[in-house]
């Protein structure tokens, strides 16, 4: 299996706003191995509590940007899954996540997921595995790396 | 969806994002700080960003977005690959494999490739200068 990674980066608002989305098919579904989630604000003057939750998708949403899905190992061929960020339209969720947390936005989150335990979508047209803040009180962008096999 | 289909569509969410872009207090709007970085740096509106619809494991760009995202692919193909000190934006540029082929159903031109071919192009697209966004559209 190769592994890719993107730079995920949300639109600023109080959410909900998406920082990745990672869209399979129904030829490949990427598996979640590694993601990170930090928060910036313009001027940095807020403390505050910001929900946060990464979960299954069922429709990917309008992605402002499509970033260039970067292979760990260069010699890797490129991706088949595609990468969202920075949305216009929100992804559809699933009912329940993979993750639902809170972070202070001066913290970071982050884990790396072993082998049989990694987050992944469907085996279905645009479903994959998305990551948003649900929640702030001051608008806030949140950001970080997610890395991904397939 | 048929190509007509995705051109309406595509219509639709231009006027949707240019709707966004008019709110000041948006994250699209040009006056936004974070926008203004963006658009000093080369990035382009929402509105004007090409729309690659995807359609299970393809990618769809329809009319005008075709036609410039085929341009800007064959002209990143046609940059000679051995120039001596090429910036990496040159280097992001040769990430294109082969030429984009434009069709045409209807009279609506489009282009049409795997996503895995198309992560490839992203590279040289940005190169190009061209940010692209991403939506469901084929299914």
Redesign the interface.
């Known amino acids: 299996m190769k592994m890719y990674s993107v730079q995920g980066l949300s ?3 109080t959410g909900p706003q998406t920082a990745w989305n990672i ?1 399979g ?4 579904r990427a598996l979640i191995k590694r993601w990170r989630l930090g928060f910036r604000t ?1 001027p940095n003057s807020t403390d505050q509590q910001v929900r946060v939750a990464i979960g299954n998708t069922t ?11 970067k292979a760990n190992d260069p010699q890797d ?8 960020i920075t949305h ?2 929100e992804p559809t969720y699933g009912a329940t996540f993979f993750l639902d947390n809170d972070c202070n936005q001066r913290a970071n989150l982050a884990d790396v997921l072993d082998d049989g335990f990694e987050f992944c979508g469907a085996a279905t ?2 479903n994959g595995v998305a990551a948003k803040m649900i929640l702030v009180t001051a608008a806030i ?1 949140m950001s970080g790396p997610v890395h991904w096999r397939e | 969806m048929s190509i007509a289909e995705l051109l309406n569509k595509r219509a639709a ?1 231009v006027q ?2 240019k709707a ?1 872009e008019m709110v000041p207090q948006s ?2 709007s040009p006056d ?3 926008m203004k970085q963006s658009l000093a740096e080369g990035h382009t509106l ?1 509105s004007e ?1 090409p729309i ?1 619809f ?4 393809e ?1 769809v760009l329809v009319g005008p977005d075709a036609e410039l995202v085929a341009a800007k692919l064959n002209e990143a193909w046609d940059l000679p690959a051995d120039v001596p000190d090429q910036s990496p934006q040159a280097r992001h540029a040769k990430t294109v494999t082969k030429k984009v082929e434009l069709r045409d159903e209807g009279g609506i031109p489009y282009v049409r490739m ?7 192009c ?2 040289a697209l ?1 190169a190009m200068g061209v ?6 559209g ?2």
């Open positions: 639109a600023s608002g869209i098919s129904t030829a490949i313009n429709a990917a949403g309008t992605a402002g940007s499509a970033p260039t899905p061929v490129a991706a088949v899954a595609t990468a969202g216009s339209a047209a645009s962008v | 969410l949707r994002a966004h994250p699209w936004n700080a974070i929402l960003r690659a995807i359609d299970d494991d990618i795997s996503t895995q071919r198309w992560n490839g992203l590279l940005s940010m692209c966004i991403v939506t469901d084929g299914r």
